[in-house]
């Protein structure tokens, strides 16, 4: 039996200083780490939820695509605010990027790392048989 399980990296420093990858691939499960709405190359976070979210969606994009998957994949989505009065705002963006995979979802309200966090968002993806 061959080992399935590798690991995929945003290039966040979080994830060298805590121990944790972005992404999880094992087999043709892909496990998205909760990701923030950082953009990692410059280490720059907008102070809006929406341009949180957008940001939090692309990061989660591209480890999906390195996996080999997609935001259309996702069988499973946790969203975790600080304000949960801030979830209506992102609803919009939340079903472009997965209006047509409905996953599975859970909206929670918990502190995060940073005050300036406003959304954390956790996926659970399968690749489809090719």
Same mark, same amino acid.
């Given at each position: 039996?061959?080992?399935?399980?590798?690991?995929?990296?945003?290039?966040? @420093?979080?994830?060298?200083?805590?121990?944790?990858?972005?992404?999880v691939v094992d087999g043709?499960?892909?496990?998205? /780490?909760?990701?923030?709405?950082?953009?990692?190359?410059?280490?720059?976070? @907008?102070?809006?939820?929406?341009?949180?979210?957008?940001?939090?969606?692309?990061?989660?994009?591209?480890?999906?695509?390195?996996?080999?998957? /997609?935001?259309?994949?996702?069988?499973?989505?946790?969203?975790?605010?600080?304000?949960? /009065?801030?979830?209506?705002?992102?609803?919009?963006?939340?079903?472009?990027?997965?209006?047509?995979?409905? @996953?599975?979802?859970?909206?929670?309200?918990?502190?995060?790392?940073? @005050?300036?966090?406003?959304?954390?968002?956790?996926?659970?993806?399968?690749?489809?048989?090719?």
């Amino acid at each position: 039996m061959t080992d399935q399980r590798r690991r995929i990296s945003s290039g966040s @420093p979080f994830e060298a200083q805590i121990g944790y990858a972005r992404a999880v691939v094992d087999g043709d499960w892909i496990f998205v /780490s909760g990701t923030t709405g950082y953009y990692y190359v410059t280490m720059e976070m @907008p102070q809006d939820v929406v341009a949180q979210c957008r940001n939090t969606l692309d990061t989660i994009a591209g480890a999906l695509d390195e996996a080999g998957a /997609s935001l259309s994949d996702v069988v499973r989505v946790r969203y975790i605010l600080p304000d949960a /009065s801030d979830f209506e705002a992102c609803w919009p963006v939340l079903h472009e990027a997965f209006g047509a995979a409905r @996953p599975a979802a859970t909206m929670i309200q918990a502190g995060l790392l940073d @005050p300036a966090m406003k959304i954390e968002i956790e996926v659970t993806a399968r690749r489809a048989a090719a």
